[in-house]
């Protein structure tokens, strides 16, 4: 089984998302904007570290008391 791991989403998914950003500005012949793509990069980090908390298996333990004993 894979196990999900936030830094091997990152450094799958970025260069992917990365790869395709630089592809749609040739393509299109946009002008680049740095702050532009810096605000991009971050919400894709953002949506990046959602889903991961989303699908990561969240684990809940009920805690157990013992019994309280009155003399």
Not at 21 to 50: P, S, T
């Amino acid at each position: 089984m894979i196990r999900l791991n936030l830094l091997n989403m990152l450094l799958v998914l970025i260069p992917i998302f990365l790869y395709i950003r630089r592809k749609n500005y040739v393509k299109n012949k946009e002008n680049f904007d740095i702050h532009r793509e810096i605000i991009v990069i971050l919400f894709f980090i953002y949506v990046l570290a959602v889903s991961y908390l989303t699908l990561k298996p969240f684990h809940m333990n009920i805690p157990i008391f013992k019994p309280v004993q009155l003399n």
